[in-house]
C-alpha cells in the first residue's frame, strides 16, 4: 500500500490542454473518487497515473519515487476498466492468476491467491468458465479479482460500474467498500455518478474542465461547496439558483430580492452593496405552503410544472418567478394540488455565489 | 411437416443449382481420373468407371514426376505464407497500435500495389533474380510470392487487429506483461481466426500461381505443381485426360487439408465477453 503525490500534473494533445496543473496528495490506504461531467479529463487523469498516457507536464510520485518515465509494468498499480477487458481466452482463473503468472510464482502459490480471492468474491464456482459465459455482474467481479491477487501499490477504478443494471450497481457498489474496508488499499476510482462518488469516497475530488473544483470529504462538499459548479454537481436533484443584487436592508443585514420578495442572506457572506450574485439552495431545503406567509416571512408565488413521485419523496417542479426550481419533500403532494402555491427560502440553508467567479461568499 | 423442415428442403432446393455449379468440375475431375484412357474417349460417356483405376496415379507419381512439383509447390507456399506472416504481423500491428505519421498513405500504398498485376512485372523480377542468381532457385519464388501477398495480408490483418481492444493490452500492461508478452500470450490468440484467413488466403494464392513460376523456375524438375499440369497438356502428341484429372485432382488435395485443418480457427466471436 502506498501514498501518490501529484505535483501540477497537465496534459496535452497537440495544442489541446485537458488537463491543467492538478495537484493532489492521496493518502495511504485512502478511497479518492474523481468525479466530475465527461470530457473533464478524470479518465485521463487516471489513465497518467497508470502510466498508459504520458505526462505532458508535472511530476507524479508513488511512495516518494517520480514515476513519469516508468512504464505501467513496473508502476504496480491494478486497474479495473470499464470494458472489465477480461482476457476471453482464459478462464475466470487463469484471468485473475495471469500477472502472478507473468511474475513467474510458482503454481501453488497461484492457485492459493486465486482460490482466496475467489472466496472473497464468490466466484469459486466460476473458475474453470470463461469470460463469456458469465454475467455482467460476475465479469465484474472478475475483473476486481485480477487487481486483487496482485495486492498491488494502489487500485485504479475507471467507471467500473457504468455497465451494470442500477439495482447490480448499489450491490457492487457496496461490496467495493466492504472490500476497501476489507484490505485497506489505497483506491483511485473514477466515475461521472455523483451518488457513487458520495457513498465510496473518503475524499471526493471534483473535476471540471481539466481543473480541480474541489477537494473534501464527501459531506463536506455536499454542506458547503466551494463553487457554484460543485454546488450543481453534487447532490440530487440539482441545487436550486437564482440570481440577484445585494441590497443592505436598514439593520445593515445584506438582502437579496427574488420574486418580489427580499430575503435576509447569510451574516458571513462577503458581499457589498449591488453586487450581482448568485443563490443556491437545495430541493431538500425549501418548504413549500399554500399560504404566503410562514413564521413571519414571507413566501414567493410559484406554479407547479410537473409532480413527480419517487415513493419516498415528491419532487415538485415549479416556476418561481420565472426560474425552474425543484422541491424535493417527504409530503405526498397530488396532482390536484393547489395552484397557489408559496415557495419559502431560509436563511440558513443558502449557499451564496459570486456571479462573475463563481466562488462562495458565506 | 414442420415448418422448419420444409423450410431446409425450400434453401436446399434453392441452393442446388449453385451445387451442381461447384460439383460438377469436381465430379468430371474424379470420374475421369479412376478411368483408363481408352474409357475417356468412348461415344457415350459414363459418369462411372467399368472399374476403379488408379493407374494414372501411379503413372503421375512414378514416371511423370508429379511429386516432386508437388513438393516443390508446398515448399513454395509454406515458404511464402510463413514470410509474409513474418513481416505482415508486426507490420500490421504497427499499424493498427501505433501512431505513425503517413499512416493513411502506407495504407493506400498498400492498396495501390494490388492493382498491378504481376504479369507487367515478370520481366522485372527475371532480371532481378538473374542478377541474384536465383533463376531455378525455390527461394526465389517464396520470396516474390510473399512480396506480392504481404499487402494484402497486411490490410487484412490489420482490419483484424482493429477490432481487437485496446483496453485488453492495457490491462495485460498493468498485469505486468511487456509489450512482446502482451502480444504474445493476449493479443495473437485473440487474432487466430484473421490469421487463420490471412494465412489460408496466401497459401491459396501462391498455390495457384502460374506466370512467375513458370518464368523463374526454367528447370523441369523445380516446375511447380500448377506449372506442371498445364506441360502434362501440350507436350505431347495427344492429350492425355486421365493423367491430366488425375494431377488436377492431387493438386487440390493440399488446399482442402489446409482449409480443413484451419476451418477450426474461423470461428467468429472468439473475442466475445471480454469487454463488455
New interface residues.
Given amino acids: 500500500m502506498s501514498s501518490i503525490s501529484i505535483n501540477n500534473l497537465t496534459k496535452s494533445y497537440g495544442n489541446v490542454q485537458v488537463l491543467h496543473g492538478i495537484d493532489l496528495e492521496i493518502q495511504d490506504r485512502e478511497f479518492i473518487v474523481l468525479v466530475g461531467p465527461s470530457g473533464c479529463g478524470k479518465s485521463t487523469l487516471l489513465r497518467m497515473i497508470a502510466g498508459l498516457e504520458n505526462i505532458s507536464d508535472g511530476d507524479l510520485y508513488i511512495d516518494g519515487s517520480r514515476m513519469n518515465k516508468v512504464s505501467p509494468q513496473k508502476r504496480d498499480l491494478a486497474m479495473v476498466f470499464q470494458s472489465y477487458a477480461l482476457y476471453p481466452h482464459m478462464s475466470v482463473a487463469e484471468n485473475m492468476g495471469f500477472s502472478l503468472s507473468l511474475r513467474g510464482e510458482p503454481k501453488s502459490v497461484i492457485e492459493k491467491e486465486v482460490g482466496e480471492a475467489a472466496k472473497v468474491l464468490h466466484l469459486e464456482d466460476y473458475l474453470e468458465r470463461l469470460p463469456k459465459n458469465l454475467s455482467g455482474g460476475q465479469r465484474q467481479r472478475v475483473a476486481m479479482g485480477r487487481a486483487i491477487v496482485r495486492h498491488p501499490k494502489a487500485f485504479l477504478f475507471d467507471e467500473p460500474l457504468s455497465n451494470l443494471d442500477a439495482k447490480l450497481r448499489t450491490h457492487m457498489r457496496a461490496e467495493i467498500k466492504q472490500l476497501h474496508q476489507a484490505l485497506g488499499a489505497t483506491s483511485i476510482y473514477v466515475t461521472h455518478d455523483q451518488i457513487e462518488a458520495m457513498t465510496l469516497a473518503d475524499r471526493i475530488v471534483v473535476l471540471n474542465a481539466g481543473r480541480i473544483e474541489q477537494v473534501g470529504t464527501p459531506l463536506e462538499l455536499f454542506d458547503k461547496p466551494m463553487t457554484k459548479f460543485v454546488a450543481g454537481f453534487i447532490g440530487a436533484p440539482t441545487m436550486n439558483f437564482f440570481d440577484g443584487v445585494v441590497e443592505i436592508g436598514e439593520d445593515q443585514t445584506p438582502l437579496v430580492r427574488f420574486g418580489g420578495v427580499s430575503f435576509r442572506m447569510p451574516q458571513n457572506a462577503r458581499v457589498e452593496r449591488n453586487m450581482p450574485v448568485t443563490i443556491g439552495i437545495r430541493p431538500q431545503h425549501l418548504c413549500v405552503t399554500s399560504s404566503a406567509e410562514r413564521n413571519g416571512s414571507q413566501g414567493v408565488r410559484a406554479s407547479i410544472e410537473l409532480i413527480e413521485q419517487t415513493g419516498c419523496e415528491t419532487n415538485l417542479l415549479l416556476d418561481v418567478a420565472g426560474a425552474p426550481f425543484i422541491v424535493q419533500t417527504k409530503n405526498r403532494f397530488h396532482a390536484h394540488a393547489p395552484d397557489k402555491l408559496y415557495v419559502h427560502l431560509d436563511t440558513e440553508t443558502m449557499h451564496v455565489f459570486d456571479t462573475a467567479n463563481e466562488q462562495r461568499l458565506n | 411437416m414442420p415448418r422448419k423442415v420444409v423450410h431446409s428442403v425450400l434453401c436446399w432446393l434453392g441452393l442446388s443449382p449453385l451445387l451442381i455449379v461447384v460439383l460438377f468440375p469436381y465430379a468430371t475431375m474424379l470420374s475421369t481420373a479412376l478411368k483408363q484412357k481408352d474409357e475417356i474417349f468412348q461415344f457415350e460417356t459414363k459418369w462411372l468407371p467399368d472399374t476403379l483405376y488408379f493407374g494414372n496415379f501411379v503413372e503421375l507419381f512414378v514416371d511423370r514426376g508429379f511429386g516432386r512439383a508437388i513438393g516443390n509447390s508446398l515448399y513454395i507456399s509454406i515458404g511464402a505464407t510463413l514470410v509474409s506472416l513474418l513481416v505482415a504481423l508486426p507490420a500490421a500491428y504497427a499499424l493498427s497500435r501505433l501512431r505513425i505519421p503517413g499512416q493513411s498513405a502506407f495504407r493506400t500504398y498498400l492498396l495501390v500495389t494490388q492493382m498491378i498485376s504481376p504479369i507487367v512485372l515478370i520481366i522485372g523480377l527475371f532480371r532481378l533474380f538473374a542478377y541474384l542468381g536465383m533463376i531455378n532457385d525455390l527461394n526465389a519464388l517464396v520470396f516474390a510470392h510473399s512480396a506480392f501477398y504481404m499487402a494484402f495480408a497486411v490490410w487484412m490483418l490489420q482490419s483484424y487487429f482493429d477490432t481487437i ?1 485496446k ?2 493490452e ?9 509489450r512482446l ?1 502482451s502480444f504474445w ?2 493479443f495473437l ?2 487474432c487466430l481466426p484473421g490469421i487463420a484467413v490471412t494465412s489460408l488466403f496466401t497459401f491459396v494464392n501462391s498455390w495457384n500461381e502460374y506466370a512467375i513460376s513458370l518464368t523463374i523456375l526454367r528447370e523441369g524438375s523445380l516446375q511447380t505443381a500448377p506449372v506442371k499440369i498445364a506441360f502434362l497438356t501440350g507436350t505431347l502428341y495427344e492429350t492425355e485426360w486421365n493423367i491430366i484429372m488425375a494431377a488436377t485432382l492431387i493438386a487440390t488435395v493440399p488446399v482442402a487439408i489446409v482449409f480443413a485443418s484451419i476451418q477450426s480457427y474461423l470461428i467468429r ?8
Fill in positions: 481492444p483496453e485488453l492495457e490491462a495485460a500492461w498493468m498485469d505486468g506483461a511487456s508478452k500470450r493476449v490468440p485473440l466471436g472468439l473475442s466475445l465477453g471480454g469487454v463488455k
